[in-house]
Structure formats: C-alpha cells, structure tokens
C-alpha cells in the first residue's frame, strides 16, 4: 500500500533531486565534518549501537560501531547537540526527520545483512569521513552496490535487505538519518501515527533510558 502513496517511488536508491534538502547539508558537509572530528577525539567512550538499542546487538554486537546520537523519534540528546551547534542548525531544517546521529564504523567493521520494517521511513547518509580505499568501505541493498564518498548524500530504503563492509584500516563516518518517507494523503496520517507510536514504544524509552546513563558517563569522563 505504501509504494502506492509513496511521492518518491518505490526505489532501492534515491537521488538528490526527491530530497531537496540534501543540498544544502552537502553545502555544508566540512562544518559538520570538524564537529565530527571534535566528537571523535573521544571515539573509544562512544556508545556502541548496541549499548543504546539492545534490539541490534545481532548486527552489532562488539566494539566496532559507535554512535553519537541528537535526537530520534521525540527524544533529543541536548548535551550532544549542544556540542555540535552547527550541525544541529542544519538538522533543525530537515522535513520530517525523525533520527539523527553520526554513525561510525572503526576498521574491520561488518554489518550482516538485515532490514528495517516500516517502510514510511528513508534512510539518508552524508559521507563525512571515508577511507581513501572508498570502493573497500561499501554497502549493498538489495542486489546493488555503492560506497561512500564524502561531502555526498546517499539515499536508500531500508526495508530492502542491507549489508555493509569497511574492509579498511580507517574509520568511516557518516551523517546517519531516517525520515518520513513523503506520502500523499490519508496515508501521510497513517504514517504520523505509526512514527509517533514508535516514540512511545518499549524499544525507544529503554534506548532513552541507556543513552541518559551513557551522557552521565561521559559528561564525567570529559570534566
């Protein structure tokens, strides 16, 4: 049913063009980029994914994937977004945005593949920080390939089966966000309702609850 409402198709991979405000993050990808690097002068007392969201310890169960979240489905992080300023100003004029965080792959990281389940979200990456050898640092969706470049958008729908490699000795770091797939009316409702639910669902307030004890960590780490 969605495809159906769905104002950007029902593609794999999306382009700058469906989601105008790409542009103007890319305008800006090296701001956000020295927020980034300021962010991981403390990568190692980052939350791994995991550590925030139980529900993904099956693809990332180690070490190896760290996150530095702003806000997502209602909850907003404000010590982090207070140290990225910048960054929080442009996410502000993201339409329908409903999780923002940097997503960092350390070296040797890989994301098995698996699917996201509601299909009224889109997943968008800013390439921020990739390794020089970018063709060994890539994702597949569905029965497609492509890589990181940075400083440029790369627009998928994840409820298509995903996989990732960095099979490089870099980190690779990305804006990661998830918004609200644009749909037409009434199904444009539906989907208010189902994002809102999913705020108030068990698996984002024992995120919540994780990432509260994480921030009094590390505001005592960083004193």
């Given at each position: 049913?969605?495809?159906?409402?769905?104002?950007?198709?029902?593609?794999?991979?999306?382009?700058?063009?469906?989601?105008?405000?790409?542009?103007?993050?890319?305008?800006?990808?090296?701001?956000?980029?020295?927020?980034?690097?300021?962010?991981?002068?403390?990568?190692?007392?980052l939350?791994?994914?995991?550590?925030?969201?139980?529900?993904?310890?099956?693809?990332?169960?180690?070490?190896?994937?760290?996150?530095?979240?702003?806000?997502?489905?209602?909850?907003?992080?404000?010590?982090?977004?207070?140290?990225?300023?910048?960054?929080?100003?442009?996410?502000?004029?993201?339409?329908?945005?409903?999780?923002?965080?940097?997503?960092?792959?350390?070296?040797?990281?890989?994301?098995?593949?698996?699917?996201?389940?509601?299909k009224?979200?889109?997943r968008?990456?800013?390439?921020?920080?990739?390794?020089?050898?970018?063709?060994?640092?890539?994702i597949?969706?569905?029965?497609?390939?492509?890589?990181?470049?940075?400083?440029?958008?790369l627009?998928?729908?994840?409820?298509?089966?995903?996989?990732?490699?960095?099979?490089?000795?870099?980190?690779?770091?990305?804006?990661?966000?998830?918004?609200?797939?644009?749909?037409?009316?009434?199904?444009?409702?539906?989907?208010?309702?189902?994002?809102?639910?999913?705020?108030?669902?068990?698996?984002?307030?024992?995120?919540?609850?994780?990432?509260?004890?994480?921030?009094?960590?590390?505001?005592?780490?960083?004193?």
């Open positions: 049913m969605v495809p159906a409402y769905s104002k950007v198709g029902d593609s794999v991979f999306f382009t700058n063009e469906q989601f105008p405000f790409s542009y103007e993050l890319e305008a800006n990808w090296k701001v956000i980029r020295e927020e980034l690097d300021q962010v991981m002068l403390n990568v190692d007392d939350p791994n994914f995991h550590d925030i969201s139980p529900r993904q310890v099956r693809i990332a169960g180690d070490n190896l994937w760290k996150t530095y979240f702003f806000w997502a489905f209602g909850f907003k992080s404000k010590a982090n977004c207070d140290r990225c300023p910048e960054t929080v100003k442009l996410l502000k004029k993201v339409p329908g945005l409903k999780v923002a965080f940097f997503s960092i792959l350390a070296p040797g990281k890989h994301i098995p593949e698996h699917r996201g389940k509601h009224g979200l889109i968008y990456h800013l390439g921020l920080k990739v390794p020089e050898k970018k063709e060994a640092c890539r597949r969706v569905a029965d497609q390939f492509a890589h990181w470049e940075e400083g440029k958008s627009i998928f729908d994840d409820t298509f089966y995903h996989e990732v490699w960095n099979d490089t000795d870099e980190y690779r770091a990305v804006l990661f966000l998830d918004i609200a797939r644009p749909l037409r009316f009434p199904l444009s409702l539906v989907n208010g309702l189902v994002n809102f639910m999913i705020g108030v669902s068990p698996i984002v307030q024992v995120a919540r609850r994780n990432h509260a004890t994480w921030e009094k960590h590390f505001e005592d780490i960083l004193k």
